[in-house]
């Protein structure tokens, strides 16, 4: 994965690595890849005939800010849940601080995590 480039020309590619704690000793790792484009420039890039069909579920997001700390509050089919995330590097060190600063506070507060991921939560409709 490793010098992944975006497929679409003169679109611009990220290669994130999310991590999603399942428990105060246990995580998931999820590499994710995506092109970003403006409407206008993305549809002549794409192939004829390629649709994106919309769902009936309805969710929303209040997003919050702070240095590289992100607090997102999603209502998913009436379920309200958060997403707390610390942009750092995919190392031991960065792993390490944000479960020292993010995940054992949390826990220690009884904050519960999902089992399943906000994208399942919210395409079962």
């Keep these: 994965m490793q010098g992944w480039t975006c497929p679409l020309e003169s679109v611009q590619g990220k290669r994130e690595v999310d991590v999603t704690w399942t428990g105060a000793h246990?995580?998931?790792?999820?590499?994710?890849?995506s092109c970003s484009a403006d409407d206008s420039r993305l549809a002549p890039l794409l192939p004829a005939g390629s649709t994106a069909v919309s769902k009936k579920c309805v969710s929303d997001m209040l997003r919050r800010k702070k240095?590289?700390?992100?607090?997102?509050?999603?209502?998913?089919?009436?379920?309200?849940?958060?997403?707390?995330?610390?942009?750092?590097?995919d190392t031991a060190s960065d792993l390490k601080t944000f479960h020292n600063e993010i995940v054992w506070p949390l826990v220690a507060a009884n904050v519960k995590p999902i089992t399943e991921s906000k994208t399942d939560l919210g395409s079962k409709c």
């Design 67 to 89: 240095g590289d700390l992100t607090i997102e509050m999603w209502t998913v089919k009436g379920k309200v849940v958060f997403e707390v995330s610390l942009k750092g590097k």
């Design 26 to 33: 246990s995580q998931k790792r999820s590499i994710s890849l």
